[in-house]
């Protein structure tokens, strides 16, 4: 009998023990809070990644505004916990690091987060800014371009792409948006122009804040990359001129027979010309419309849904001159 009440006592302490480590069994499961970037400490940091901090305003930098809490960082590897599926984009345009914090203005009741990313080099800054411009946003002459649109100022400069957001819209946004813009660009320095291959570009048609960067897939074609887009009008409907550039001439040349021999594969074969550049073809895509192409040693140039194979012709000479 003893033995038998030291048994079922034992028995009872360890369901007792088991109990309190499941915490009674009476509270739901709680899973553990989404991991996020830990705070910056610059001292456990690399110089470039000290560099990327350093151009994040220190607190009441601009007067009025203070930061609050630490900022954080973000690589490649974990640049989607930030900014979820829009970070495949930011990869193609050649993404290093990113650097973000919060900033408050308490009078006002005003709140902008700041994130600078920094990318491979200024046209991928360029082309990262440009792929998420407002043509129709209040263009600012801060860094080497940026714009305002309702609660969102962004800009780029040297290598970096550069975004700040309020949660909302505000009449007393505006001011501290630009001043906050004003101070990062002030800290990173080096603005310069936009990337030197746009300047090859014919002004004549030219919509206004319409330049493109394409890392790959031009026009949809996995052979075609490292491209560079301008928008153009001419009374009508708005039409593409797009510039290709190779390692070298045999591989433009390859491209361009390539991308003729895609036109000819869903639609009439195109038309060879001999002119403007080394020549080229003139065909039809079944989305685009009229398509000219021509070629000038490692540059491949294509105008897609050109008014008339007259004023596509014309501006692939104006471009393949240069």
Not at 32 to 48: H, R
Not at 169 to 184: I, M, N, S
Request: charged fraction near 20%; charge should be neutral.
């Amino acid at each position: 009998m003893i033995s038998l009440r030291v048994a079922t006592q034992g028995v009872l302490f360890v369901s007792v023990l088991v109990l309190a480590a499941c915490g009674g069994g009476d509270k739901p499961h709680q899973s553990s809070p989404p991991a996020q970037a830990p705070p910056a400490k610059s001292e456990a940091l690399g110089e470039s990644s000290r560099q990327l901090l350093a151009w994040l305003p220190d607190p009441g930098a601009v007067p009025g505004w203070t930061r609050t809490g630490e900022p954080r960082r973000y690589g490649p590897g974990n640049l989607w916990e930030y900014i979820d599926g829009a970070a495949e984009t930011f990869l193609t345009f050649g993404f290093q690091e990113a650097a973000t914090a919060d900033y408050a203005d308490a009078a006002r009741k005003l709140e902008v987060t700041i994130d600078i990313y920094r990318m491979g080099d200024p046209t991928g800054a360029y082309g990262m800014y440009a792929e998420e411009r407002n043509p129709s946003a209040t263009f600012l002459p801060v860094g080497s371009e940026g714009y305002r649109s309702g609660n969102v100022l962004n800009f780029w400069a040297g290598p970096c792409y550069v975004k700040l957001t309020a949660p909302r819209e505000d009449p007393g946004l505006t001011a501290g948006l630009e001043a906050l813009a004003a101070e990062v660009a002030r800290r990173i320095g080096g603005a310069g122009p936009r990337p030197a291959v746009f300047d090859r570009f014919p002004a004549a048609g030219l919509v206004a804040h319409s330049f493109r960067v394409l890392p790959k897939d031009v026009l949809a074609q996995s052979y075609l990359s490292n491209g560079f887009e301008g928008e153009y009008r001419d009374g009508g409907k708005p039409w593409k001129l797009l510039l290709v550039v190779f390692d070298a001439d045999d591989a433009a040349s390859g491209a361009l027979d390539r991308y003729q021999a895609f036109l000819a594969s869903s639609g009439p074969a195109p038309r060879r010309i001999t002119a403007p550049g080394q020549g080229g073809f003139v065909g039809k895509d079944g989305y685009y419309g009229l398509v000219v192409a021509a070629r000038a040693g490692r540059h491949l140039a294509i105008a897609v849904g050109a008014p008339s194979e007259r004023q596509a012709t014309a501006q692939l000479s104006a471009l393949l001159k240069q």
